[in-house]
């Protein structure tokens, strides 16, 4: 089966830094892949996704990069605000979104 | 509608007692999905509905746990003779397929074996 692997666990930054969090795959043929936000105590948010059959996505702020020949994606958060501090999620799943495998989870702490 | 709910959000209960959840989707939603998530983790997939058919079931389930979408909308999820390691918050998700794929979670429901 799939395994996904999220690093780093915990990251601090500060008010106006740009924050990285990246996660690895295992299975080829994973081909969706979403991150999520949770903040404490509330339910785990979609906020951006990307398809394999693209390198790169943006939506202001946050952006994620996809390398299929790596098994590698990551997420990148620019001019981090503290409102951006929470727990970041990745997932993968295959073409037939039966089946999502999420990370662990990385705890990023924006101070302001 | 305003999203995915589930009930109830907290339980406490025995070992060795049977307990049931229930999630309601988002109404036109057909895909229905269950985690768990342990402190520290990311939600792991337990099962997955597309209507009333159970498409997918995760191979670390145990045989004590069962889910139904009987009618395709709302969805159990029954744990029977619960064991501490149980303890955990149990998410439901769905999504419309065709369309974006997003899934949209529930509260959860915290689950408490003592």
Request: charged share 35%; hydrophobic share 30%.
């Given at each position: 089966g799939e395994n996904v692997e999220q690093h780093p666990s915990t990251l601090s930054v500060q008010e106006g830094d740009s924050a990285v969090i990246k996660c690895t795959y295992s299975d080829s043929a994973s081909n969706y892949f979403p991150w999520y936000k949770q903040e404490l105590g509330k339910r785990p948010q979609l906020i951006i996704d990307?398809?394999?059959?693209?390198?790169?996505?943006?939506?202001?702020r946050i952006a994620v990069t996809l390398n299929k020949?790596?098994?590698?994606?990551?997420l990148h958060i620019t001019e981090t605000q503290p409102e951006d501090s929470a727990v970041y999620f990745c997932a993968a799943s295959e073409w037939?979104?039966?089946?999502f495998y999420f990370g662990s989870g990385t705890k990023l702490n924006v101070k302001p | 509608d305003t999203g995915v709910s589930q009930d109830p959000r907290h339980?406490?209960?025995?070992?060795g007692q049977n307990v049931t959840f229930r999630c309601d989707p988002i109404s036109e939603h057909n895909r229905l999905y269950w985690y768990r998530q342990t402190l520290g983790q990311g939600p792991e997939f337990l099962t997955y509905f597309q209507n009333e058919a159970q498409l997918e079931k995760?191979?670390?389930?145990?045989?004590?746990?069962?889910?139904e979408r009987p009618k395709g909308s709302f969805s159990t999820l029954e744990i029977q003779r619960t064991e501490q390691g149980d303890s955990a918050m149990y998410l439901c998700a769905s999504s419309l397929s065709p369309g974006s794929h997003e899934q949209y979670?529930?509260?959860g429901t915290r689950l408490t074996v003592t």
């Open positions: 990307i398809r394999s059959n693209v390198g790169e996505k943006k939506d202001q020949t790596a098994k590698h994606f990551s037939n979104f039966n089946k | 339980k406490i209960t025995k070992r995760s191979r670390l389930l145990s045989d004590r746990f069962s889910a979670f529930g509260p």
